[in-house]
């Protein structure tokens, strides 16, 4: 577990005095993010702003007890991830018969690094992308990628979405997830691979497919 640095303690502090300019300053640094991920656990942005009320009111009534002995933000989360849970269980009962299955491979496995090879499990140097040429073409269809991935990344079974919402679009690591989530390493890592590989494979169609 990660201890709280120096300038976390001070922040602690200052939560725990209920000083508004620093909750409100907590509020900017991390509502984004966690909105984001409680996207993952409801069916809709406006469910995911109360879940995400919810915590910073939890915080306000729990900071007194925090003991340190993770980061702010990984107890942050974690407190949001619990009632995004218990939300999402509420208003979608039947949405968790994906959440514990895992799908079948969605990519060719030879285009993967073998076991026992360096970086096993990685992309292969041939089908690492390329990236996107500074023009505006190449802006228009930065763009038009994202979109299509945001709508991958929305179909992902909910486990496959939040670890690869956490990983790869706000830089959690693999232990802060593992963490977060209460899965093995192992089980993050097939998580993480499976909903890569269903987003790469719904891009690859796009351009397959885009005249």
Not at 57 to 86: C, H, P, Y
Not at 194 to 202: I, N, S
Request: glycine letters at 6%; charged letters at 30%; a negative charge.
């Amino acid at each position: 577990m990660t201890q709280a640095t120096h300038d976390e303690t001070a922040l602690i502090t200052a939560l725990r005095a209920r000083d508004e300019a620093a909750f409100a300053e907590l509020i900017d640094l991390h509502t984004p993010s966690m909105l984001r991920v409680a996207r993952g656990y409801v069916p809709s942005s406006a469910i995911a702003e109360e879940v995400v009320q919810d915590t910073w009111l939890a915080l306000l009534q729990g900071i007194d007890a925090f003991e340190g002995r993770s980061s702010l933000r990984t107890w942050l989360f974690t407190v949001m991830i619990n009632i995004a849970k218990k939300r999402g269980v509420r208003e979608r009962r039947d949405a968790d018969v994906a959440v514990t299955a895992f799908t079948g491979g969605t990519v060719d496995p030879a285009r993967f690094r073998a076991a026992g090879e360096e970086w096993s499990g990685h992309w292969r140097e041939a089908e690492e992308p390329s990236p996107f040429p500074e023009t505006p073409e190449g802006s228009v269809l930065r763009a038009e990628l994202d979109a299509v991935a945001q709508d991958a990344l929305a179909e992902l079974p909910e486990r496959q979405r939040v670890v690869v919402t956490l990983r790869d679009m706000l830089g959690f690591d693999s232990a802060e997830v593992c963490d977060l989530l209460d899965v093995s390493v192992a089980n993050q890592r097939v998580l993480l691979h499976r909903g890569r590989a269903a987003v790469r494979a719904r891009l690859e169609t796009y351009l397959r497919d885009a005249p």
